[in-house]
């Protein structure tokens, strides 16, 4: 069973840069097949999704957030990362991590880390 | 950009109860990128619906989704007292590759 799990400080100050990393168990980044997603939730609020990595390293992200985001993967400890530079308090946000599963000719969002919220603040 | 709208924003039933949630896409959506999840108070949403009808693995089979184009329903046929959460629709396939609706919290009554 694939489990993901974030970590990061869950307090940054205004203009700086939000960093998060994602420990994938119970699967490999490097066996392909699978995108790993950034996806964050404004407290009460809906998701909105950042944007992936794929293990070659290619990356996608949401147009809106793309000049400020940077997703990065270690193969090699099986983990990928976030950062998010130039925050405000509309950063404010749970973070997950997730693993976007490609099956036949659709797509979804199969595992998603527990979540860690992130606050914006002096 | 398609934008999702899910009706009603709360519903109130009772255990029992048939569940009827609404998600409405501004444009067509094609089928197999319409994906329903649940999430309850502090936890991340669960996959219930991918393709717009098919079940995750591990998900009861009173939950079922139906639609095409513009109009997917998400139907609970008896709700336990664990099904009581949010529920989003999500597509694939803008700009920002995934967008949700807002949600449908299902209460208890």
């Known amino acids: 069973q694939v489990q993901l799990q974030e970590s990061g400080p869950g307090l940054v100050k205004p203009s700086q840069t939000l960093s998060l990393t994602c420990t994938v168990s119970?699967?490999?980044?490097?066996?392909?097949?699978?995108?790993w997603s950034w996806i964050r939730q404004h407290p009460g609020k809906g998701l909105e999704w950042i944007g992936y990595?794929?293990?070659?390293?290619?990356?996608y992200y949401n147009p809106s957030l793309k000049s400020r985001v940077t997703i990065s993967v270690d193969t090699s400890k099986n983990q990928f990362s976030l950062k998010l530079s130039s925050v405000t308090a509309a950063d404010t946000a749970v973070y997950y991590c997730a693993r976007e599963d490609v099956e036949m000719a659709t797509i979804f969002i199969n595992y998603w880390g527990q979540g860690t919220l992130v606050t914006v603040s002096s | 950009e398609i934008v999702l709208t899910q009706s009603p924003g709360t519903l109130s039933l009772s255990p029992g109860e048939r569940a009827t949630l609404s998600c409405r896409a501004s444009q067509s959506v094609s089928s197999s990128y319409l994906a329903w999840y649940q999430q309850k108070p502090g936890q991340a949403p669960r996959l219930l619906i991918y393709g717009a009808s098919s079940r995750a693995t591990g998900i009861p089979d009173r939950f079922s989704g139906s639609g095409s184009g513009t109009d997917f329903t998400l139907t609970i046929s008896r709700l336990e007292p664990e099904d009581f959460a949010v529920y989003y629709c999500q597509q694939y396939g803008s700009s920002s590759r995934f967008t949700f609706g807002p949600g449908t919290k299902v209460d208890i009554k």
């Open positions: 990595i794929y293990y070659s390293g290619s990356t």
């Open positions: 119970g699967g490999s980044i490097s066996s392909g097949g699978y995108y």
